[in-house]
């Protein structure tokens, strides 16, 4: 079969290698459509903290069912689906205490295992999740759909809650929509105006903030939740929480200064980098500081039940469409070299109809 490989940064190929042979209790599938996410479009450039080359990428993905036995899933030859791509070990403290998102040997696919920008792959069955009828470049979003959503869920978003995420890429858009499902007022902020503008009008957002400099951050943030006072002094209120989709040390910051007194603030976006910042403001504010890693299968399955159901549509995601394995080299250096003018990228590897 063919396989994509990013061999270095900025390097891909395209190689010949040996299908997969399903195991005892794996099912072979057939890859149908596989999403460019930030962290492969990272794993391009070289500044993903979470690979090692050379490797084939991708772990959001759909995929027809070729081959798999009778199992308690109700799982069939010829099914469209998906699969939780994150491979835990099932014996470190984190799961056996139920986060297994956040395996301490985590292994997700396309970063430190090979992903889905291939022809075939061999799943655990426990892994495959009906598709329930969507199509199969919807099916493909729903992985980073969980990412924003299993954020939003950690930080504790409820109804009424003034939201701002930072960061109008794909996983600050799925964040944002995930917030707004909750019942939260949510605004984006972003570095590229034309880019915020379009993804606020398209997903129903309830503003921006243009994030030009630090002194046009701060103004934006207090425009919208105004101010308070204590002892005759005017302070921002800020927001009641905000969730970083960036991965960058200014991001953060922006985060932490944007968030209220008492409000909560996570970290989605992955980074090389360090940040100094004065860190006694999350004890002066008594913040509440969250990380989230992955997803849970049962976002998986809550997402695509959402999604079936009409109640989000993620039709307006999907900017840039490749058809056939042999165009995702020029998909991954098209994404790279315009990433402002790009949101979600998709490679369709095959169709549908191959397994009966």
Known sequence: MKALYITEPGKTEIREIAKPVRKSGEALLKVLSVGICGSDLGSYRGTFAYFDYPRIPGHEFSAEIVEIDDNDYGLTPGMIVTANPYFNCGKCYSCTHGHVNACMDNKTMGCQMDGAFCEYVSMPIERIIDGKGLNPDTLALIEPFCIGYHGALRANVKKGDKVLIIGAGTIGVMAGISAKSMGAE??????????????????????????SSKEAFLKGVEDITGYTFDKGEK?????????????????????IDACCFGGNVCLVGVSRQKLDFDFTIIQKKELNIYGSRNAMTSDFKDLIDLVSSGKVDLSNMITNTYVGIENAPKAFSDFSENRSHMLKVMVEITQPGFAK
Do not use: C, H, P, W
Request: no cysteine.
């Open 186 to 211: 949510v605004y984006l902020s972003d570095v590229i105006e034309d880019k915020l503008a379009k993804n606020v009008k398209d997903f129903g957002f309830d503003g921006m903030i243009l994030n």
């Open 235 to 255: 302070r921002v209120k800020g927001f009641d929480t905000t969730i970083e989709a960036v991965g960058m040390a200014q991001t953060f910051q922006d985060a």
